[in-house]
Every structure is written in C-alpha cells, then in structure tokens.
C-alpha cells in the first residue's frame, strides 16, 4: 500500500464497492492492466499546475504526489516489464473526455470519487483521504470559519465542483451559503485571482490548497475548517472493471 496515512480496511472495501459499482464493459480492446503487463506504453493525465500534487515546469516529467502515485501503480502491474509513460494533462474540466475518447489510459489527477461522476468513470481507490478546506490571503481578517463566507467572492474553477459543498443544500451541496461565485480556468486561475483581490476565498482539497500556500509563502493561510471528505481515486474508462480491481489491488 502507498506509504502514506491510510484508514486500511475502510479505503480497502471503499475501493471493491466503487469497481462493483461501475457497470458496463469494453470487449473491443486489451483493459489498460494487460496494456501495462504486456510492455506497451501507457499514457496517464495529471494536473500540471497544482504544486505538490501534480506541476509541471519545463519539458520533462510533471512532479507530484499523483505523479508518484501514478508511477507506482504502473511498477507494480508491470511485473518487471519498463513500460514507458506517456505524461497528459488532464485539467477537471478535461478528465472524463479524455478518458472516454481514449487519449489518455487513466488519470491520476485529484480525482474525487463522487456519484456524480460514476456514470462516466470507472474509480479504482481511493488511494488517499483529502478534505476540503478554504484559502485566503494572510492579511484578511473577515473570514475566519468556513461561515464566514456568506456574501464573500468565491472561486468557481472550471469543471471542479468543489464550490458546491459551500453554495448548494444537501444533498448535492452541503453548506447553502449565498456567495458570489467568481469563474476561472483552473485553481491556478484561482490563486491568481485571489492574490490580486478578484475574489475573497479558494475552496478544494486540502491536500491541493497546501501546495498553493507553500509555494507561496506568507501570502495565504487555511482555514482548516474542513467541509466534506475527499476520496481520490484513479479515473479508468467506464466500464474497466478488470483494470479497476487489479489497481485497487496494487494500492
């Protein structure tokens, strides 16, 4: 199992109940697990702007704990073999077309598991317990708790749902607050936003929000306030249940 704080048994039988619960099948080509067995590159999506997580800066590789992740799967369905990876990215808004279009194999990409999504994706996982939390900058002293946002400019990002958790009642939302949503391309639209005062707060997993704070350092501080659990997963083609229960065995 990937080294990093598991609730065991929990994300274990979490992990069969998602693959299950995944419908359908795909007979017209090799499942993404044979590809990996037998040698062939395999080509993964990751964000490529989320510091930590997944950031890429110049022509290699991205970096990240995705990316990580992402590579230790494949090492350990390879059984020896050196298959090749062939690194996409794969923004929120992207994720589910370019796993059903085919462009990509699997994506590893701060991918929560929700009910939403499971008629399009296939969720091997989760592999890891993120929560959502809330940034602002340093010096703002009006939002305190995750409350305190009635009325406060958040961050919509392209193709996330994150902001519904504050904006939207149960059972889809979970907060119901009147805020003003604020559009932007991705959550590093986000954070620009934010540090130029174009909006108020970012709301998304910690595990994401952390490696925008860090990289910045004194401009931005959490509320650690969470609102929901976030289990991320590895978004395979809806209907690869092989592949599916050969990743959870490996994570």
């Not at 990316?67 to 298959?83: E, F, P, Q, S, T």
């Not at 296939?122 to 010096?139: E, K, N």
């Amino acid at each position: 199992m990937i080294g990093v704080t598991m609730r065991g048994a929990a994300l274990a039988a979490a992990a069969m109940a998602v693959c299950l619960a995944a419908c359908g099948g795909n007979d017209t080509y090799s499942t993404v697990a044979e590809k990996i067995r037998e040698g062939r590159t395999v080509t993964v999506g990751t964000k490529w702007d989320q510091p930590g997580v997944g950031l890429k800066t110049g022509p290699g590789a991205p970096e990240g704990f995705d990316v990580d992740v992402a590579r230790y799967i494949v090492r350990h369905l390879a059984d020896g073999k050196n298959v090749r990876i062939t690194w996409r990215e794969a923004p929120s808004s992207a994720r589910e077309a370019l796993l059903q279009n085919g462009t990509v194999d699997m994506v590893v990409a701060s991918y929560s598991i929700t009910l939403s999504r499971r008629p399009r994706v296939t969720f091997a996982g989760p592999y890891v317990l993120a929560h959502q939390d809330t940034m602002v900058r340093a010096d703002d002293t009006d939002i305190r708790k995750t409350s305190d946002l009635a009325g406060q400019r958040i961050c919509l990002a392209k193709g996330s749902n994150s902001y519904r958790r504050i904006v939207d009642p149960p059972p889809d939302g979970k907060l119901d607050l009147p805020a003003i949503l604020v559009p932007a391309a991705n959550y590093s639209d986000c954070v620009h936003k934010l540090l130029n005062r174009q909006l108020d707060a970012v709301s998304t997993d910690n595990l994401v929000l952390a490696g925008y704070a860090e990289q910045a350092p004194g401009s931005f501080r959490l509320l650690n306030d969470p609102i929901s659990e976030e289990r991320w997963g590895v978004g395979l083609k809806e209907g690869e249940i092989a592949s599916c229960q050969a990743v959870d065995r490996v994570i």
